[in-house]
């Protein structure tokens, strides 16, 4: 079956330190990959998404993510966390054009 | 511009009433989604417009849930004879016309159900 899976439920990490987010697909074929950010009481916002190609994709807010076809992965990075990047990451991924399937999401707690 | 907007944002309904969630999307988009995000299933596609034609309702729980999309537009999710189980955040989405390849949905805030 078609599944995404984010291992990690909660992260905590320090202001200023490095993150990284663990996405992997399951997929027959190399689906479109995406992640989202979702603050408390907001709507999912778009970071980055990958289609095709070069395998390291920039998105907002200084985050990237790696495409790794021999792992099925897709990790979200970020090289120094700030206080407002607390909140939940949703990896995402679809087949067609339409119907995403998402991860159950990774929270990510900043401490000062 | 506007992004997607949700009313209400807050809903709190007994449990075998009928709730009405609507959406309206970013002006000039083409497609519109729904999808339910609950504790115990997570994110969860619901049902997809292209215009206002449905071509995708596969995620649809039951047969009390139904939606429908006016003037290739606002769009509204009708939950019959609600029951605890529907409690969730309810999320709309809308995508520009383009190839249709991956294109980003941009999500509104959502509308929380609470069915007591």
């Known amino acids: 079956a078609q599944s995404v899976t984010q291992p990690d439920i909660h992260i905590t990490v320090s202001e200023g330190a490095s993150l990284e987010l663990r996405c992997n697909y399951s997929?027959?074929?190399?689906?479109?990959l995406f992640w989202y950010v979702q603050s408390p009481g907001q709507g999912l916002q778009l970071l980055l998404k990958?289609?095709?190609?070069?395998?390291l994709v920039q998105g907002i807010k200084g985050f990237e993510a790696e495409f790794k076809r021999s792992q099925s992965s897709f990790n979200l990075r970020k090289p120094s966390v700030h206080w407002s990047d607390a909140a939940e990451y949703f990896c995402a991924a679809t087949l067609n054009d339409y119907k995403l399937s998402f991860g159950a999401g990774t929270t990510v707690t900043v401490r000062a | 511009g506007a992004g997607v907007s949700q009313s209400p944002s807050n809903k709190v309904t007994e449990k075998g009433k009928d709730v009405e969630l609507r959406c309206d999307p970013i002006?000039?988009?083409?497609?519109l989604y729904w999808y339910r995000q609950s504790l115990g299933q997570g994110l969860e596609f619901l049902i997809y417009f292209q215009g206002n034609s449905a071509p995708d309702k596969s995620g649809l729980p039951s047969d009390r849930f139904s939606a429908e999309r006016t003037g290739g537009s606002v769009s509204t999710l009708t939950i019959q004879r609600t029951q605890q189980e529907d409690s969730a955040v309810y999320l709309c989405a809308s995508s520009p016309p383009g190839q249709g390849l991956g294109e980003t949905q941009y999500f509104g805030p959502g509308t929380r159900l609470l069915v007591l």
């Open positions: 997929y027959g074929a190399t689906p479109y």
């Open positions: 002006s000039g988009h083409t497609a």
């Open positions: 990958y289609f095709s190609g070069d395998t």
